[in-house]
């Protein structure tokens, strides 16, 4: 039972990472109608940037600073070669152009900063803590910490802010936005830059975790069915999501993974979310859509 | 001027729904047949045959396999490449284990499996839509790619699941030089594009249409959506195992599981959308550049001084192409380069009037 427990735990902290790449997710899909697989993409060019700027001698707030700035620049950027000329397309279509956006972030990430792989030490070690009777990854306490930080700080903006009224209007209805005067290219831009700063923070996590390289793009594999348990508009549908996950996939692979050989890990989660999505088509807490002919 | 329809009438319904309408089309697709039948393998040298032209025709059917799903049925997957390794395993595995039968009824029987699979993996379409439905199509994808990495029955207990080509004769005929692997494929490729073609014009293709439009209203007006769903599913998965078998035999010669990951999928997604979503001839126009594409772009970076650009960055360089390749033609021609095929031909009916 302990050993349960032990594992649940450790999932359900390893969930929190996966929920951090998805809340980037939730806020661009909310805001903007856009399903971002380049999510993934942000997340490696924010960490990459990251590092080679800590690299190159510019202090932990000074890099973080300028890679900050750089994803504001891109979020712009974005908004404006992409979006803008895209508006009013069906959402197929802008899910394909940012998996073309995709390539290319992370084609000039690695043209820029190079393709080895980088350590990256946050000054967290990952090393076990006793809590309770239960080992514990320090690291993932710490994850976990962040990730609430972040979630507050987030909903302090949606819910407090001037400016997150404004978001929460575009969200509720685009059109009904524009019509009382809210800039929706400036929030679209804002929103991708608020993405890239969530990118930023889950890209020093699993940078730290995984070492930075190409392979944190591919974190957008593991935030997909979190996202879809969760549905697409709901940021505690990401947390959750992201809980449920996690937990399962420990589970799966100390429990089940013996019986089938093992590395399920890629496929699981996928499976789970099917599971979900046959009882709730929509995801937990997605909106379900009213359709009229 | 060379393209008038002037004076061809039809003059019964069938003839108005034959699959090329124009003398003119019929003509360039007979000449066309011709030519890839009969001329290439005689003047073609290995290279292109083997490095061009091979995975140039797998690709395109490939693409068609997906279009169908995606561009007529509007149902949107990233799993192509599961169902191509499912197609290729099971033709091994036919080839191996039932003695005697013919390499063609193989590599249908490969489809078909895949065609099963397909369905098995399209059945939550029935219940969630949108991109909700990625995650069944991703779970194709990854699963069967654990699948055969870890039961090595699939692959003989060869070491990393990989799988060779079995011996590919028919009635006796050696077909394993570049001339005869290429007309193999080239015969597939035309078998299975005439049959789509016929498709997407019968009551399916509208039904699929109908689906992809808003599946609500062709609900709403008595379009049995499982079936249609389901049939789409099926037909793509025969024709993308079909593609796979061909991939795995035809061009590569061995191939292991890793050979169909997501990047593969990934391509065949990119071949449709610079194609044309929703047409038969932006399959061959899509796969056309993506396999010319690398191939120019190395071509362009050779011309530079050695030492400018490495292999590395000539990578990234492509990968940013591809990306912008891939926005820039959502934005200006969402229809891809069949649109623009369509448009020459507008052109060159009236030419040289403007109208």
Known sequence: MDFFLEVLTGGLLAGVMYSLVAIGFVLIYKASGVFNFAQGAMVLFAALTFVSLVERGVPFWGAFALTLAAMVALALLIERAVLRPLVNRSPITLFMATLGLSYVIEGAAQALWGAQVHGLDLGIADEPLELGGMLLSQFDLFAAGTAALLVALLSFLFNRTRLGLSLRAVADDALGALAVGIRLPRIWAVVWAVAGFVGLVAGLLWGARLGVQFSLSLVVLKALPVLIIGGFTSMTGAIVGGLIVGAGEKLAEVYLGPLVGGGIENWFPYALALLFLLVRPAGLFGERAIERV | ?355
């Open chain 2, 1 to 355: 001027m060379f393209y008038t329809e002037a004076g061809q009438f039809s003059g019964h319904y069938r003839a108005d729904r034959r699959l090329f309408r124009l003398r003119q089309d019929r003509y360039a697709l007979y000449a066309l047949l011709l030519f890839a039948f009969a001329v290439v393998p005689a003047i073609g040298s290995d290279y292109w045959l083997n490095a061009i032209l091979i995975p140039f025709l797998v690709l395109s059917l490939a693409g068609l396999g997906l279009n169908l799903l995606t561009g007529y049925a509007g149902q949107l997957s990233l799993g192509s490449a599961a169902f191509m390794a499912v197609g290729a395993f099971a033709t091994y595995n036919l080839a191996l284990r039932v003695p005697g039968l013919p390499l063609l009824v193989g590599i249908a029987l490969g489809g078909v499996f895949a065609a099963a699979a397909s369905v098995l993996f399209g059945l939550p379409s029935l219940r969630i839509k949108g991109f909700y439905l990625l995650v069944s199509t991703l779970a194709a994808q990854f699963f069967v790619q654990w699948l055969f990495t870890k039961v090595s029955w699939f692959s003989n207990d060869s070491a990393s699941g990989v799988i060779t080509a079995p011996p590919l004769r028919i009635a006796g005929h050696d077909l394993s030089n570049p001339a005869g692997r290429y007309l193999l494929t080239l015969g597939f490729v035309v078998a299975l594009t005439l049959l789509a073609r016929n498709v997407v014009k019968s009551e399916l293709g509208r039904n699929w249409m109908a689906v992809r439009d808003m599946d609500t209203a062709a609900a709403v007006i008595g379009i049995p959506l499982a079936r249609t769903k389901l049939l789409a599913f099926a037909l793509s998965g025969f024709i993308l195992g079909v593609a796979g078998a061909l991939w795995a035999f035809t061009y590569l010669g061995t191939v292991e599981p890793h050979g169909f990951d997501l990047s593969r999928s990934f391509q065949v997604l990119f071949i449709i959308i610079i194609g044309g979503l929703g047409s038969i001839a932006g399959n061959f126009l899509g796969a056309a550049f993506i396999v010319l594409l690398p191939i120019g772009l190395s071509l362009l970076s050779g011309l530079l001084p050695p030492g400018v650009i490495d292999a590395g960055q000539l990578e990234n360089l492509q990968k940013i192409v591809f990306g912008l390749l891939i926005i820039g033609f959502l934005i200006k021609e969402p229809e891809g380069l069949a649109r623009l095929w369509q448009q020459l031909r507008e052109r060159a009916r009236v030419w040289p009037l403007r109208y």
